[in-house]
């Protein structure tokens, strides 16, 4: 997960909309320039952090409250989890220069969603 903090692994959708898909999950990284001089450094952007995923709610108290799932391709998948709410959700994260959001996506990743300590550490 090193990689969320490579600018170069970053794919910009539209101008100013970069999306990072992790790897071993439905999460996905998304960073949204707010302002940006021109003729300035990407990194220096004031910038937005938004993770985004498919999830189900209402688990068993022995469960997370949230639980990835990831898209879901057909209708077998939802009903693996039945009588539960699958849901999609963007939640905001940060807002600082784009650099800052890069490195807060990797804490994020390590820490809330896979509660593994600080992401600087791997």
């Known amino acids: 997960m ?5 600018f170069e692994y970053w794919k910009e959708i539209t101008k100013g909309f970069y999306v990072y898909a992790t790897d071993s999950t439905s999460i996905k990284y998304e960073i949204l320039v707010m302002y940006q ?3 300035t450094d990407i990194l220096d952007a004031e910038a937005s952090l938004y993770c ?3 999830w189900v709610k209402g688990l068993p108290d022995d469960f997370l409250e949230h639980y990835m799932l990831g898209p879901f391709e057909s209708s077998d998948q939802e009903k693996k989890v039945p009588d539960k709410k ?3 959700e963007r939640e905001f994260i ?3 220069k784009f650099s800052e959001c890069m ?6 990743f390590w820490v809330e969603k896979l509660g593994m ?6």
């Not at 090193?2 to 490579?6: E, G, M, T, V």
């Not at 490195?103 to 994020?108: C, G, S």
């Not at 300590?117 to 791997?122: A, N, P, R």
């Open 94 to 96: 940060f807002k600082g």
């Open 103 to 108: 490195a807060e996506a990797v804490n994020d």
């Open 2 to 6: 090193n990689n969320l903090k490579k």
């Open 86 to 88: 699958i849901f999609f």
């Open 52 to 54: 985004t995923s498919t």
């Open 117 to 122: 300590g600080k992401g600087e550490d791997w």
């Open 37 to 39: 001089e021109k003729g």
